[in-house]
């Protein structure tokens, strides 16, 4: 089963990842590489993604005439998506398992960061509407 462990940040701003004291911003990507090579390792990971920052995002719609209009950024969201795993395991608990895991990476003084892991099962050409197909 394949599920996307969809890391969100608490914040309106652009990251602040990059302003953190080199020893814990290191301690964080060093705990990434980590864990991204576990997955690796395991035959677990399908995918990994980091996002540009929610300063940057666009919601961006069709005009009547089809052109894109884009809206944003957007001060009434409370998180962002900064990125995202694609693992195939074998249950749901697995998933949680792992999503738990990369919730607790070191932020500032090493403290974990417990960070929002939104955890979806990615439908496959089977679990689809045949409408959609």
Do not use: C
């Given at each position: 089963m394949k599920y996307v462990l969809m890391m969100h940040v608490p914040t309106r701003e652009p990251?602040?990842?990059?302003?953190?004291?080199?020893?814990?911003?290191?301690?964080?990507?060093?705990?990434?590489?980590?864990?991204?090579?576990?997955?690796?390792?395991?035959?677990?990971?399908?995918?990994?993604?980091?996002?540009?920052g929610p300063d940057q995002a666009r919601l961006v719609r069709a005009g009547k005439d089809g052109r894109p209009i884009t809206d944003g950024v957007f001060p009434e969201a409370k998180e962002f998506l900064a990125g995202f795993w694609m693992v195939d395991v074998g249950s749901p608990e697995r998933a949680y398992e792992l999503a738990a895991q990369a919730s607790a990476a070191p932020g500032l003084g090493g403290e974990p960061l417990n960070m929002a892991i939104e955890v979806r099962q990615v439908m496959s050409g089977s679990e689809l509407p045949k409408e959609l197909l």
């Open positions: 990251y602040k990842l990059m302003s953190w004291p080199p020893k814990d911003l290191q301690a964080h990507l060093a705990f990434l590489n980590s864990f991204n090579q576990k997955l690796r390792e395991s035959g677990e990971l399908v995918g990994i993604e980091a996002l540009t």
